[in-house]
């Protein structure tokens, strides 16, 4: 069964940093590509950012591009999201998905639970 | 950036009836590269359909998505109780976008 779970969010005022963690099960990590998905209190789907199955290609939506930094670990099955320069607006449920694909934009065809990060002094 | 528009925002129905839920693109999406999720309140999204017309594994044969130029629809042919959720479309053909749901309501 394929499992994903999202830990490190919290609380945290404007301007500092937080470091999300996915820890992934059930499926072949180093095969696939993954991605995080954002959603604001009573909002949609925002895409994030996403990563390469080997991380030779990383991809970050405008809104968080130099601020946030994708990574993953595959000898430890984990996906991570460091966060800095935090503002209210990203304040947000962050997701991870795994992606139908390796590499590429792709679909996502499982999510994890999400991690809830609220911004705010 | 491709952006997709989601029609109507609330749709009102019984059990029982048809649910047609739109998703309009601002420009060809390329190789069909078109998904729909369900929603849950307190739920992560789930896969529904993918590249327009496919359902996914363990999906039931009342959805079923189609396509025409940058128009997708996707259809429950007969509402269930459990069907009762937000539907969101997303285009992975460049970039990736999500549209803005449609919630399915009971009436």
């Not at chain 1, 779970?5 to 404007?14: A, I, K, M, N, Y």
């Not at chain 1, 604001?40 to 789907?45: E, V």
Request: glycine content about 10%; overall charge neutral; charged content about 15%.
């Amino acid at each position: 069964e394929v499992q994903l779970v999202e830990s490190g969010g919290g609380l945290v005022q404007p301007g500092r940093s937080l470091r999300l963690s996915c820890a992934a099960s059930g499926f072949t990590f180093d095969n696939y590509a993954m991605h995080w998905v954002r959603q604001a209190p009573g909002k949609g789907l925002e895409w994030v950012s996403g990563i390469s199955w080997n991380s030779d290609n990383i991809v970050y939506a405008d809104s968080v591009k130099g601020r946030f930094t994708i990574s993953r670990d595959n000898a430890k099955n984990s996906l991570y999201l460091q966060m800095n320069s935090l503002r209210a607006e990203d304040t947000a449920l962050y997701y991870c998905a795994k992606a139908l694909h390796s590499f590429g934009w792709s679909l996502f065809d499982y999510w994890g639970q999400g991690n809830l990060v609220t911004v705010s002094s | 950036e491709i952006v997709l528009t989601q029609s109507p925002g609330t749709l009102s129905l019984s059990p029982g009836e048809r649910a047609t839920l739109s998703c309009r693109a601002s420009q060809s999406v390329s190789s069909s590269y078109l998904a729909w999720y369900q929603q849950k309140p307190g739920q992560a999204p789930r896969l529904l359909i993918y590249g327009a017309s496919s359902r996914a594994t363990g999906i039931p044969d009342r959805f079923s998505g189609s396509e025409s130029g940058t128009d997708f629809t996707l259809t429950i042919s007969r509402l269930e109780p459990e069907d009762f959720a937000v539907y969101y479309c997303q285009q992975y053909g460049s970039s990736l976008t999500f549209g803005g749901g449609t919630r399915v309501e009971i009436k």
